[in-house]
């Protein structure tokens, strides 16, 4: 399937934004859906909407079928062993949470360690400076090399023998770097700790297989990766998900309650209380369909070709910062970015007036900002659906960015 073939499954793409053909840089923060998944959408609540593991007439059987489908796709997806070891959340954010208030407060005591790195999406700090101020254990961090990427080095001399969780992404949202998950994975183990992996801007992107990189978890979010928004999924390795106690209750998860007792579901649905996202599951499966269709190794070629491109022909505008790694081999499809004496937010702002639409802000990363000395920056993020034409007037909108304000100052 060429790019056109793949832009015509994208109907929002083909539209006028002020004027203008819109140019969609923004997939990182949220992706395009395609055709597959719209109708999927709609046929579910159109046909077959019903409530799931409930009820024994035909609408809840297909719902059924359907749903516990998706999870089947989302196993098969990332590698997991079973389809115990997936549970649906709202998203990545969630997914995580779940792992910190379950896991991590069960397992915590004064005096361990949960180790994370500068680049971590808040999504990935704050749950963890919340359950290392509950149980007494310390947070630290793995420290990141001038360019933005973390060595081996550094991981063995801040994983101890009193580390017990290591929570790091895949990919980073600003500043692009694929971390060395595997082996982090490794020292982590080595170590007597868990793995914990922020998956939001990798599974979208490139294979993941979860039994190759041997992580103990595993977050990401379907709206990323042309999903349904309100849909992500949380992996988790059997033994630590059947020992860790559900963060909500409620219908659903329940085995038998009584006055004053009850108890839980097995895997997976103990940790899935309360009217799934029955919808949103589905849609997912969906877009796990359209991906696999186009291949994941693809997708994570084009993006890489489409990073070289943009930072070979950004880093040619006077007074441009690239953040992040030079080698763009080293890098996913994001590109973040400032110019000299323009605020980001201004940089945005002209280029949606082109049809362009990137972020400019923190990007939930606000101690990598401060890392980087930045307060906010610009991004451009790719996905399967961008090309080289755009990220052509994606730099014909940054010139006439920094011709504009050099003209008003």
Known sequence: M?????????????????????VYLDSAATSQKPVSVIETLEKYYKEYNSNVHRGVHTLGTKA?????GAREKVRRFINAKSTEEIIFTRGATTALNMVA???????????????????????????????????????????????????LEDVRATVTSNTKIVSVMKV???L??????????????????????????????????????DCDFLAFSGHKMCGPTG??????KKQHLEKMEPVETGGEMIDFVDLYESTWKELPWKFEAGTPIIAGAVGLGAAIDFLEQIGLENIEAHEHKLAAYAMDKLSQIEGMTIYGPKDPGLRAGVVTFNIEDVHPHDVATVLDAEGIAVR???????????????????RASFYLYNTEEEIDKLVEGLIKTKEYFSDVF
Request: aromatic fraction near 6%.
């Open 231 to 236: 849909i992500g999924v949380l992996y988790g």
């Open 2 to 22: 060429n790019i056109q073939d793949i832009r015509s499954h994208f109907p929002i793409l083909h539209q006028e934004v002020n004027g203008k053909p819109l």
């Open 360 to 378: 400019a802000g923190h990007h939930c990363a606000q101690p990598l900002m401060k890392w980087l000395k930045a307060s906010a920056t610009a």
């Open 101 to 151: 208030h379950s896991y991590g407060l069960d397992n915590l005591r004064e005096g361990d360690e949960i180790v994370i790195t500068f680049m971590e999406h808040h999504a990935n700090i704050i749950p963890w400076q919340q359950v290392a101020k509950k149980t007494g254990a310390t947070l630290k961090y793995i420290p990141l090399q001038v360019d933005g990427t973390i060595s």
């Open 172 to 174: 980073s949202n600003v």
């Open 64 to 68: 059924t079928d359907a749903y516990e």
């Open 176 to 213: 692009g770097v694929m971390n060395p998950i595997k082996e982090i994975a490794k020292i982590a183990h080595e170590n007597g700790a868990i793995m914990v992996v922020d998956g939001a801007q990798a599974a979208p992107h490139m294979k993941i297989d979860v039994q190759d990189l």
